[in-house]
């Protein structure tokens, strides 16, 4: 059968794996997917405990997060488009006029 | 804070009475330009006069051995320790109420008249409303607390009204002198009130009220209580111009001269003899201080008295002169005659105030001329001005049946009485000399040939009925205030009874009324040649008042009232301001701000290095933040 | 006169729990495990396994592919294998609105953007760069796994009501306990709304 | 246990043979009607022996053995994966939304009782709408790999015009989901058998002989729900009058320009199935499903009184006969509408969207909202 702790480590996994990109990709739009790929292992979470400890409140709180998620990703990409217009790239390594 | 006194009453009525000036000084103060200048002030005279209305109602409706209270709200409330914004109005209270009423309500009177001229009088009449305002909450606190914020709250008006013309920077300069004089005295006073509190409290008992106090305090041990009673003593005199402490009092006639006549002579100044009769159950357990109070009162009476013979300012004459009458009453509090010391703040708040208008009305009369050796032979000119004038002389110099007869021959056989010769005898020549420069002015001024220059004397006038009229009243008063308290061979004192409930039994020696008497003839005696001297002296005044120049020794240093002030600038304001620039100049800039400087440099310094970090680069502040998290995360893993 | 009576048996039916795909999985299984005697692992586990397979190969494909595109295919991919993890939990509401947001709606967005702004250049990567992220991300791996292997983590899901995940219960604790919360998520929607217009609006 | 899972088996694969032969009947349909429309003989090549009556029945394999048998053509610079993975995306999800849509009323079976719907999902609308939502991807994918700025033009259009549509397509059906009380599509259909009789307030009972005898159908209790989910659907579809992204005139063929063979034919299938899709909603939401008036499970009743009992399976043909004919019909108005009403210009889409759908959509739900508050 499967236990609870199958589900975290496999959202542990995927949150690393959202992390790596987070960290080391060099195209904004990218980055944000892997913020997406974060908050999901996150919401797999939420629903694993949601269903073994028998409660709604975790299924709730995903739906939170989808709003949270959402209006995120569209200021983020709304950013990202005022951005390109400006400087016709989308490496965030490019972006650093506010270095020391 | 409910007294457990069986008579003492709730009335909510009291708490008008120092709310209405209140009022009205904050209307004046943001309407009054708008309402106009004579409006403002008649509603000012106003306000203080409808006080004066509810406090002759209070005295009236007042029952012999009652007390009112009016608990507005509780203001302060820490554990048991509790301070409640509330008035009580007994005896003594009322006592004051008429006089800081009814005088304050005559001198606003006077002040439409005396100001009529000067560009923002609206500025003053908001001021003196607010300053009656403080006085009431001063004379009518039902605790410590209350009368302090009254105290402070006479003091800042009597700095703004000293310093209210303030385009001279004299008066500025002397409105300061008084306040920093009134900071050492307020700061004896508060130590005071702190250890009182805190000794009480010590005994289990937190409380500011006076009627609480009266009960526990016979808890302290009697080095404690002596201890409290010279801080407030302090205090005292620095509010009532007391040795050592008197010194703002004669500049403080640099104010409008109506404000003289109601705050450094009638009443705010007799704050610090109200204060002593209010605590005197504190006082009386304290032998050494009344003693010590005694020697103060008789030396500041006797001091002042030999400044002012020979000052040449009318108005720094009158302002010695009642730095001497305090002392009289601080000789009366000292021998334990705090009725009597009430007694003779109630007749010489009228004759003074009789006085100190009748000087402002010459002053006015001459277009802002002090100098007594530019006036003589008003009496013509201003009729009025100079009956009550004599009036009010004779009363303070204490000719028989008026006022200042009653109540300083009182005082001087209250000392006689208690045993303290000395001091009856210094308060006897005092009395003499009180007679000397009282009569000095009397006709440098009103008698003799006019030294009035041609360009005053044109337009010389006898002052406005408006002036007048409060004149005339306070000089009926400076007669009659003092029938009530006549001595045993006379029909008698009906003071001592009304005050007995708040002061306890009196405690004056009716035993040998021929010994009284003897002591009163005595008194005259000294008087009568006090007179003749200045009669002998000054009748026809000619060279001797321009006389100063010369004249001896003694002269000079009278003339130079004893150097004090120039003591006091080299003992005390000299080496402090030397110790501020010390510290303007050595420890602030090199202490101080380097030690502030050195701090932001080092901060400098490391963040140049460690800016390198913010690299810019959103993906590295992740990369940090990340082996932030795992670090505490590793922590927590070894916890597990 | 009609309607109230026209509940058939049915829905109480012994063909009633088939019809969800949930039981469909259970019955599945149930049906596999004792067909072919595997011992070791049920039909649950063997979704599961699946699932979680494809699932971290699609995020890494995410993460590793050079073009713009194929990332959000498979980020799409990954989004759908969450949802049925989601049904397979008892959550069909959620793996549904999973599917809506995310699949339907934010992914959408993502390619409208990318063609919209068409970045033609493959992105150069740094080696050094990639590296230490990847060890970084690694290593956070390595500290969370441990954690959530603890001895009183629940093996056996709870049995689970009919009605457990339903739009109903959630809808009962959303409007509810959470009925602060869902409007402030409101008010948030709304400013990212007016946020966004006036971010990506080229300005005159 | 194994006969439960040949059931649904059995079920989804009906379900999958009627909606790809209506798809592909109706693209015969297509091109009679509008030969029809159009006043043209349309497609008569495939005859049989020269009998073009039989012209339907060979179509359905002409058709796909003439697309399959053209070159598949691939753009060399597209992206090889994505170009072939586009038109199963387009595909898949009209097919699979079938699944929730129920064709019939429970059926007996000896001792066994059968929903005629092949998956009973709590969640069911939005499990529709999920998979509606999944149709972009076909177009956004397809025209992004196939390297054409045409294609992707069509894609930007297309994906912009799906997302903006499905708002108000969602909202619409919210109304109708308030009044029945359930999202579930077997339940919906269900509750339409009530009369409005049942339904009238009090204070409304004196309209009772006038309306009292028609059913609770979605079309009479939503009017307007219904035309702004009939729009949205049909924008939802990409035909004309909103088939910007592949308008011919500007973008040659728009999202499947570089398309050919049996990917076109899949999206070609794709498009049909779709509206197959939306006519099965439109009757299901709005029409009473698989219900025909006054039909209970023993037979008729009707509301004047009299009633005429039927065999139970008799009772489950008509009512699968009734959802069929229902579904032909809304087929037939949407090909009516792709042949009579011009194009949009695309602010003009954008506007109707935007600014009228989704306003009264959301007016709808309001008014309904107040209605259930005040009068139930």
Known sequence: ?100 | MVSPEPSSVAYDLLRWMPLIPLLASGFNLFFGRALGKQTAGALAAAAVGASFALACYVFWQLPAHGIWRDTVYTWIESGSFQVALSFQVDALTAVMLLIVTGIGFLIHLYSLGYMAHDEDRVRFFVYLNLFIFFMLLLVMGDNLLILFVGWEGVGLCSYLLIGFWHHDHNNTIAGNKAFIVNRIGDFGFILGIFVLVTELGRQGIWTLDFVELQQHVKMLEPATITLITVLLFVGAAGKSAQLPLFVWLPDAMAGPTPVSALIHAATMVTAGVYMTARLHFLFILAPATLALIAVIGAATAFFAATIALTQNDIKKVLAYSTVSQLGYMFLAVGVGAFGTAIFHVFTHAFFKACLFLGSGSVIHALGGEQDMRKMGGLKGFMPVTYWTYLVATLAIAGVPFTAGFFSKDLILWQTFSHGATGLWSIGLITAGMTTFYMFRQLFMVFHGECRVDAHAKAHLHESPAVMTLPLMILAAGSIFSGWLGAPEYLWGSRWEHWLEPVLGVSEVHHDSVSTEMIITLLTLGVVVSGFLLAFVNYRKTGAQTGSQAGGGLFYQISFNKFYVDEFYDLAIVRPFTALASFFARIIDPWVIDGTVNGVATTARRFSNIWRYLQTGNVQHYAAMFLTGALALLAYFLGQL | MAGKDLTPPATQGVARPLENPIQWFHAASSVVSGKWQCRSMDMASVIFYLLATLLVISSLLVVFLRNVVHCAMALVTALLIVAVLFVTLHAPMVGILQVMVYAGAIMVLFLFVIMFLNPVELERRRGVWWGFGTILAVMLACVLTPMFIIDESPANPLAATESFGSPEMLAKSLFNEFVLPFEIASVLLLVAIIGAVVLAKREH | MIVDLAIITVKAALVLFMVLNLAGILGWIERKGSALIQDRIGANRASIFGFAGLGLVNTLIADPLKFLTKEDFIPPAGDKFLHMLAPCMALFPALVTFAVIPFGDVLHLGDRVINLQVAHLNVGILYVFAMGSLGVYGIVIGAWASNNKFSLLGGVRGSAQMISYEIAMGLSVIGVLMIYGTLELQEIVRGQATLIGALLPSWLSFMHPLIGWLPAWGIFLQPLAFLLFFTAAVAETKRIPFDLPEGESELVAGYHVEYSGGKFLMFFAGEFAEIVTVAGLVTTLFFGGWQIPYLLRDGFHFPWGGQWLLPQIAVVFLQVGAFTVKVFFFCWLQILLRWTVPRFRYDQVMRLGWKMLLPLALMNIVVTALWIVAWQ
């Open chain 1, 1 to 100: 059968m499967v236990a609870l702790h199958h589900y975290l480590i496999l959202s542990a996994v995927i949150f690393a794996i959202g992390v790596i990109g987070v960290l080391i990709r060099r195209n904004l739009i990218v980055v944000l997917m892997s913020i997406e790929l974060m908050l999901n292992a996150v919401n797999l979470t939420f629903i694993a405990f949601s269903r073994y400890l028998g409660s709604a409140d975790g299924q709730v709180s995903v739906f939170f997060v989808m709003a949270v998620a959402a209006a995120e990703a569209v200021i983020g990409l709304a950013i990202i488009i005022s951005v390109f217009r400006h400087r016709q790239s989308l490496d965030p390594q490019e972006m650093q006029l506010l270095k020391w």
